[in-house]
Structures are given as C-alpha cells and as structure tokens.
C-alpha cells in the first residue's frame, strides 16, 4: 500500500514539475510574429481596436480567451487575434499543460500607426507601387481619408500596366520609368516619367504598399523570389521607417475576355480561391508585411450582395461602385478607422450602395481570407 502511494505521490510531483517547466516553454509556433512564445519573451502582436490579425500556428487544437482588451480564437491551425479596446494584455493559451504558448497583444487606437504609434489623424502619405489595379483602389482613397478629417493626404499610385513583381524588380535594376500619379488636391495629376527610386526618396512615407500584377495573383510560385527583393529595396531606399501592406487583388468579371482568364478556367470563384491560397502561403506570414488589404475579398463579397456583379468597367477593371469599395478597404485596413461614420460617396452611387460598401468592407477586413455573404 505504502508503495502504490509512493508512486501515486512521484507521479503527480512529476506533473507540477513538468507543469512549473511549461510556464517558461512554448510549444506552438506562431508564424510572421515577433517572439518566441515564451512567458518571458512571449509573441508579440499589434492590432487597431475593432481589427482582426490573423495568424498561422504549428499546432492544431480548438481554444478561445476572451480578454479585457482583446480576444484570441484558434483552430483549423490559424490565431485569430482581435481588438476590442486600446490597452496591452498577455495571454497564456494552454491545452490541459500539453501545448503552452503566450501571446502579449497591444490593441491600438484607430487611426494610429501600430508600429510606430504615429498618429494619421493630421497626416496621411501612400505610395502605391502596383499598376492599373492600384489606380483602381486608390481612386477615392483621398475623399475618404479628407471626409474622416485627415489634414494633410498625398496618395501616388507608380503606374505601369499589368506590371508584376518580377518587372518591378527588373525595373529598379534598370532604373526603369513609370507614370507618377498623384493626389494631395482632390485632383489626380500625372507628374511625369519617374523612378521607383525617386519615388520612395520623394518624401517621408507612412505606408508602401506592393501587389502581383492581376495575371499571376493567384500563382503563388510567382511571388518570390521577387517580392523578397522589392521589399529589401524599398527598405533601403526610403528616408524613414515605412510600414509595407500587400494589396490582394480581386478575381475578373464572369465574362471577362483577359488573354490570362483561361489560366483560371476561366472562372470568378476558381481565380479568387486562388488568389486567396498565393495570400496564405506568401502572404499573412511574411514578417515584413504589416497586413493585408483584402480588396479582393471585398469585391467578391460584393458580388454576393443584390448589387451583384455590377463592380467591373470591363473585364477586369472596376467601375466605381467597385473603385470605391475598394477605396473603403484601403482606407480602414491602413488606418484603423471605424468606417462606419462615413458620409461621402462618389455621385455615381447613392447612400442606399454606402450601406452596402460599408457592410462588405467590414466582413472583408474581419474575414480576409473567404467570402462572406
């Protein structure tokens, strides 16, 4: 008898001991996080009050925390880590002492840098490196941002048809040209012929933002090594810290003639599943992009609305109803801002389609990665 109780004491001293071991031990992985998951040096995360982050993880196991400040929900192998008011709180996510691993969140204020804890309130600077798609989403960009009261905005959009990642890379090589787009006025202007180069070095950015060209969007094996190399050089070039966003693009019309269609079978939801898994596997953990802007996500979500697919001006491009859509998910993803105070609208549209801008933009950046209907 005195040897069973021996043994039953041994046993359950060995489980606190393996128990006090697992607090200072992680044994999930978090990928694109800062941190090695431990209580002393947990995994670090930055999220707007009201945002989402969502994350890959090594294991696969179903847990939920509900914070005072924010929100951790994990299964199907991914951390969806949301805000829910400015202040900073770690959690310790444990499945019965089995998988332990922590995770300190700082939920910032909307319309605040999350890196560097600048405030967009009085300035606003974007340079898009993209092409026709970037133009598209830029549009009314600066509308929006002025209607939220931001003082000063400079949107410029580097412009060359269908570039991909790979041409930009060929291009700073070369110092190739673009066309130079810009708005600080209200007014789109073209400045001219000029570099990637002169264009990270023409002022203090706030946010870089790349993308593939809409042919290879969803072909994930065409990313790298080239979207390596043009964040390397946008880190290098420009004058300050930048935050650097990728722009998920959005699927062609159901009609569409693009030459690159037929890659797609020439099919909506086929080129939009593919899209999203080229964001999944080089995107969301790719340490060096802040976040993604799912103008994509948002697009097909409209599709789904009774606004249906009237988004296109031809078989690839948007029209405005989906410029401005996409202009909504720029603007909330890169700042924060609740986008629901909202009151301009391009004259095109009416504040019956705002409603509905705003109810898909808001799935779209809290859902980035499917569509919701």
Not at 180 to 196: A, D, L, P, Y
Request: aromatic share 10%; hydrophobic share 35%; with cysteine.
């Amino acid at each position: 008898m005195r040897k069973i109780l021996f043994v039953v004491f041994i046993s359950l001293l060995s489980l606190v001991t393996i128990s006090c071991q697992r607090e200072g031990v992680s044994d999930v992985k978090v990928k694109g996080l800062l941190g090695d998951g431990t209580n002393k040096t947990p995994y670090i995360v930055n999220v707007f009050e009201d945002g989402t982050i969502i994350k890959e993880i090594s294991e696969d196991f179903i847990f939920s925390v509900d914070g005072t400040n924010s929100t951790l929900n994990i299964e199907n192998n991914q951390v969806k880590i949301r805000g829910n008011k400015v202040g900073t709180e770690t959690h310790k996510v444990t499945d019965k002492l089995i998988k332990v691993f922590y995770v300190k969140v700082k939920v910032n204020a909307k319309g605040y840098d999350v890196v560097n804890d600048k405030s967009y309130k009085d300035s606003l600077k974007i340079l898009a490196i993209g092409n026709s798609f970037s133009e598209d989403a830029t549009r009314y960009l600066y509308d929006i941002a002025k209607n939220f009261g931001i003082e000063e905005i400079l949107i410029v959009n580097m412009y060359i048809g269908g570039a991909t990642l790979e041409q930009h890379v060929n291009n700073i090589k070369s110092n190739s040209p673009y066309t130079m787009q810009t708005n600080s006025t209200g007014e789109w202007k073209n400045k001219g012929s000029k570099s990637i180069r002169y264009a990270l070095l023409y002022t203090d950015w706030d946010i870089v933002t790349i993308q593939q060209g809409s042919p290879l969007s969803g072909k994930p094996d065409s990313y790298q090594p080239y979207m390596d190399e043009l964040i390397t050089y946008i880190n290098e070039t420009v004058n300050n810290e930048v935050q650097i966003y990728w722009h998920q693009t959005w699927a062609y019309a159901k009609t569409s003639g693009h030459t690159s269609f037929p890659d797609y079978d020439s099919n909506q939801e086929t080129m939009y599943n593919a899209i999203i898994e080229a964001t999944e596997k080089k995107i969301i953990n790719n340490v060096e992009v802040t976040n993604v802007i799912p103008s994509g996500t948002a697009i097909q979500n409209m599709r789904e609305t009774k606004v249906g697919y009237k988004v296109n001006s031809d078989g690839h491009h948007l029209n405005v109803k989906g410029r401005f859509t996409a202009g909504l998910v720029w603007f909330k993803v890169l700042t924060g801002y609740d986008i629901d105070d909202i009151t301009y609208f391009p004259e095109e549209v009416d504040s019956a389609f705002l409603a509905i801008a705003i109810e898909v933009v808001n799935k779209a950046v809290n859902e980035p990665l499917k569509v919701t209907k």
